[in-house]
């Protein structure tokens, strides 16, 4: 199993429960990182208000129990006929059943610049280079006069899904109630915060009632929305707009695409859009034996052969059936084909605003929503250590419109080998 | 006022009360990094037990009520008849008076190798990076069986002062109550923690009742405790000693030796053992108009013409001083000398052990000396919320033995933009 992300770890737990209970399964767990992230709430970790380590989990501490295998490393290549997955340490493992949970990477949609000159929001490595980068154009600014004319205070955020609604709503909070505290020389009407979304409205996936109100809210608190516009090129010093405009701008945060992981590649199958992995009712990619792909890698379709979006709730509901499917196999019963059951969508905009939308066509928006949100990220995230850290941390930001967690750690400043070492985990140590 | 350590943080807030009650006083505090460090605590992090957010302190935060001028930036040089101190970016700040309080650095004693590859331990960037390695060395070794013979899975601690004797007895429990289950194909017997100190006894400060007792519960812990013994050399597979032993390890963590930060040589004055700035009892640095030093940076002497420790009551007694000092100047009312007040010392070896002695003379030890010291250093962290933090963690270690923050987050591994930013809050952006 390949991935420890929502639907791979749910796989993993379920499947090693089975497997101590008697049953002839034994799971091996491979990720690049020795933790689950719990990527809901990356934005927040990226704008200071929570810690890094409240939305990351170790994968042993939570598979503790139960104990499948678990393996620190990347899969760089899968060979179906031998049923052999190498890593990139060039170690191997093997296996019977092959599940692919690796999810999605940002795409740079092949715009100039946008690869090296935007920050990604995917790991908890991603949102605390972007905590630490925001940081310190806001120390920069607060001394340097010229930092107030040179895009210093200018931020971009690509997108217009719910990650980059969240960030953008998320950072015009983190400016008005933390910065203008914390720099009182700094003139916070000069901050930008501008969110680009090449479509014509916000949250394709909602409502527009929805989305116009989510617009609304953002404008409200200081947001830039500009809808219909595309990126067409970046640096580290100005943004590029597809209509030319050109805009000082020093940050640049990518939240406008995302693709199937490049693991998908490795199997030598025709991708769908995306670069997913089309699977079947019952999660097999189409031409590979004994291989599933679950969540954002996979392409599946809905009952209506829609494709599934690329969300948390389709990786868990992945998860949770294939357990099935593979115990029901080994116990020689039949499964029903996997349907998906959609349970609504949300998505915040800032304190007690938020927008939701239920399958029956209920929506509502505003505190309820807030607080609707609030409790169900709770009880997602995995693990009471961490629930109890991001309800102390939301509760300590909400009354105290205090953001404990700005702190500039970067892992770069560390002295002697420190800086240097272990560029990956998946890398053997240097021989003597 | 450089430094936002012990002593400069304490100096400034209390300085910035003083301007805000009318005096004519205004602070610029100057710090490399945006928080304050509760360096007391760096092994627990090191060691997986605590959040590296936990013991991190944004000065700005803290300092928010009396909102001195706060400045990220590093001094690299000092004009003491211009009265301006230049930093990295070639900003400069004018001062009436100036206090030197960046305190110490590690230093490797000219020792061949140690330099580049060994690991520091003086802030949350040097703690985060023996954390993240010493985890990895864990995860290679689980899967791979070379590991247990190259040296992987041997951990030598240069230094037997409090920092080494708490860093290894925090790593022999981390082995002990957390890897042993998390990794169940790892045979933790093979795990080696050497701690190797020049002097022949450990923590030089102490009694050597004391000594004795932390050795003996370091060695009933799995340390191995090598006294009398110096490193050579080293690299990042081994590690030579003094008598000629080659050991193969691929982790050495330095504390056997701290330096005055290299600030101290930018004054043109004559420096003090460990390039430490000699001060008088008035803590004024010697032969230069106008500049203090407090701290690790200074040298003191006490009554009996000693130099005093580089500890933090010191550091925090010469903050004290040095707000009374400056306020009675400006008042223009006499300020005695700065006498120090020894209160005790102690360190602790792990759960329910730990030394400390009082300067009467009682010394006391085992589970109470524990309790003193959580204690002590609950009350010397600064902030309720990381107040709150810590203790959460220690209780949830205790009760479950179970280290949370055993997570491998490393910034490197950012996508895009996110791994190659800012190497220095202190650099300015690129131009355009």
Same mark, same amino acid.
């Given at each position: ?104 990477? !940002? ?46 205070? =200018?931020?971009?955020?690509? @997108? ?41 409205? /916000?949250?394709?996936?909602? !409502? ?10 953002? +404008?409200?608190?200081?947001? %830039?929305?500009?809808?219909? =516009? ?17 805009? /000082? ?11 199937? !992981? ?23 990619? +189409? ?17 209506? @052969? ?16 294939? !357990? ?8 020689? %019963?039949? =499964? ?41 990220? /709770? ?27 700005? /702190? ?25």
């Amino acid at each position: 199993m390949v991935g420890g992300g929502f639907g791979g770890l749910l796989l993993a737990r379920e499947l090693a429960q089975a497997g101590a209970r008697g049953q002839p399964v034994e799971v091996t767990l491979i990720d690049q990182r020795n933790h689950h992230t719990f990527q809901p709430l990356l934005y927040q970790v990226a704008t200071a208000g929570l810690q890094p380590q409240d939305i990351g989990i170790s994968l042993r501490a939570t598979l503790r129990r139960h104990a499948p295998q678990i393996r620190l490393g990347e899969v760089v290549d899968i060979d179906p006929d031998a049923h052999t997955v190498t890593l990139a340490d060039d170690s191997s493992v093997t296996y019977d059943r092959l599940v692919l949970a690796a999810g999605a990477v !940002s795409t740079d949609l092949g715009l100039p610049g946008v690869a090296d000159h935007s920050f990604g929001l995917k790991s908890l490595a991603d949102a605390t280079a972007v905590r630490n980068h925001v940081l310190r154009r806001f120390e920069l600014a607060s001394h340097d006069p010229d930092a107030h004319e040179d895009g210093s205070l =200018t931020f971009v955020i690509a @997108g217009g899904g719910p990650t980059g609604v969240e960030l953008a709503g998320a950072l015009a909070e983190l400016v008005t109630l933390v910065v203008s505290r914390d720099h009182p020389d700094l003139d916070t009407s000069r901050v930008r915060i501008v969110l680009v979304e090449v479509m014509d409205r /916000l949250l394709g996936g909602f !409502s527009s009632r929805s989305a116009e109100q989510a617009r609304r809210e953002l +404008e409200r608190r200081g947001v %830039e929305v500009r809808l219909g =516009t595309g990126i067409a090129e970046t640096t580290d010093t100005h943004v590029t707009f597809d209509d030319g405009e050109v805009l /000082l701008a020093r940050t640049l945060v990518w939240a406008a695409g995302v693709a199937a !992981s490049p693991l998908a590649q490795t199997l030598g199958v025709e991708l769908g859009p995306g670069g997913r992995l089309p699977v079947d009712r019952r999660l097999r990619v +189409e031409g590979v034996e004994d291989v599933h792909a679950i969540g954002d890698i996979a392409l599946g379709l809905d009952d209506d @052969g829609e494709p599934l979006p690329q969300v948390a709730p389709v990786a868990i509901q992945h998860g949770r059936y294939l !357990s099935q499917l593979i115990q029901d196999e080994l116990a020689r %019963e039949p =499964t029903r084909p996997f349907t998906y059951r959609d349970k609504g969508t949300m998505a915040t905009v800032g304190r007690s605003a938020a927008v939701a939308e239920l399958p029956n066509g209920l929506r509502f928006g505003g505190f309820p929503a807030w607080i609707a949100w609030l409790v169900l990220h /709770l009880w997602m995230l995995i693990g009471f250590k961490n629930r109890v850290g991001v309800l102390f941390s939301w509760f300590w930001n909400y009354l105290f419109r205090d953001h404990a967690a700005r /702190l500039i750690v970067d892992q770069r400043e560390a002295g002697g080998r420190g800086a240097a070492d272990d560029s990956s985990a998946a890398t053997a140590p240097p021989e003597p």
